[in-house]
């Protein structure tokens, strides 16, 4: 994709050393997380279930569980979403920020109409009349695929594939910088989802949007990210180019998924698995968080947390790994 260059470009998000605790919990669920996204950029946040990836989408419009204690940065467009007041926080919410989550159905009243839901935040926030923020959704609607007249129509009367439309619609409402994808796709059949991820990128080109797109499909990550951050039980374990990461992987998780993603032209047999699971919350974790489950593991990995370095010859592509030139078609470690 033709992104703008992450480096090069503001970052319209630049999370930096987020520590998240929870009460009852020995560790962080969210320990140490650094990630960006460059304006009109695509990015692609994977792992499996409790990974952190939703808790640190969410921190993006400080949408965090009560009685969270958090530590670090999480900035948009430069500003410190988690410091800012109820009156700046409103308003990143209606306008600068957006969300597109994963069930659309569970978002929308049944019993209202789809343009009441449309043009609902932006009218309240009292920056747009209610008959401009009509012939905004309409023309939002017609972006997405959808004709004007579903303003009037009811949830109920559309399909599951319509209404994620709707809901990328109501998301662009406000003209937001960021777009955050919450598993957009999950519960879509395959035609509509490669619909959704299609329009997803015109819109990005079309209105120069930074995009974070939450997901554990690897392959969908590989075709619309520019960058992709893997994490594992709440820490990055690589991230970098989506092509130089899926090409090569340098963390030995990132591999393990790989491997046990489905393939069509793979001979038949039983499908690979990662063995065990990730460690429980309610332990202290001193060492590397995939070192039970991982083939390279050393007494080292289980004693000390690894720092997160680059790949040789790329400042671009970082893993957290003491083993990382062990991994199969990797350089040998230096």
């Given at each position: ?41 695509t ?39 988690l410091?800012?007041?109820?009156d ?25 109409r ?19 923020a009509?012939a ?35 998301a ?52 619309i ?51 065990g ?58």
């Amino acid at each position: 994709m033709n992104a703008a260059d992450p480096i090069a470009s503001t970052h319209i998000l630049d999370i930096q050393g987020l520590r998240i605790r929870l009460p009852g919990t020995a560790r962080p669920v969210l320990d140490g997380v650094d990630l960006h996204v460059a304006a009109g950029e695509t990015v692609a946040l994977v792992g499996e279930s409790g990974s952190g990836k939703t808790l640190t989408s969410r921190s993006a419009l400080n949408l965090l569980p009560p009685g969270a204690t958090v530590e670090g940065a999480v900035r948009v467009g430069g500003q410190d979403v988690l410091t800012m007041d109820a009156d700046r926080l409103r308003a990143l919410r209606t306008g600068t920020v957006a969300m597109i989550f994963q069930d659309p159905r569970g978002a929308l009243n049944p019993l209202r109409r789809i343009g009441d839901f449309l043009i609902e935040s932006v009218t309240l926030a009292g920056s747009t009349s209610r008959p401009d923020a009509t012939a905004r959704a309409a023309e939002l609607l017609e972006a997405v695929g959808l004709d004007a007249a579903a303003l009037h129509q009811y949830p109920g009367q559309v399909s599951g594939g319509m209404l994620q439309r709707v809901m990328i619609a109501a998301a662009l409402m406000g003209d937001p910088a960021l777009l955050l994808a919450d598993e957009p796709t999950t519960a879509l059949d395959v035609t509509t989802q490669a619909e959704v991820i299609a329009l997803l990128a015109a819109l990005r080109e079309r209105f120069g949007t930074g995009l974070l797109f939450v997901t554990h499909d690897l392959d969908l990550a590989a075709v619309i990210s520019d960058r992709v951050y893997v994490m594992y039980a709440g820490r990055i374990a690589e991230s970098g180019p989506a092509h130089a990461l899926f090409a090569q992987p340098r963390h030995p998780y990132t591999a393990a998924l790989l491997a046990s993603t489905p393939r069509l032209e793979a001979p038949a047999g039983r499908l690979a698995a990662i063995d065990g699971r990730p460690p429980d919350l309610r332990q202290e974790l001193p060492g590397c968080p995939f070192a039970d489950r991982c083939p390279l593991a050393t007494d080292i990995c289980h004693q000390q947390a690894p720092e997160p370095l680059p790949a040789p010859g790329r400042t671009d592509h970082r893993a957290a790994c003491h083993h990382t030139g062990r991994l199969e078609g990797s350089p040998a470690d230096a």
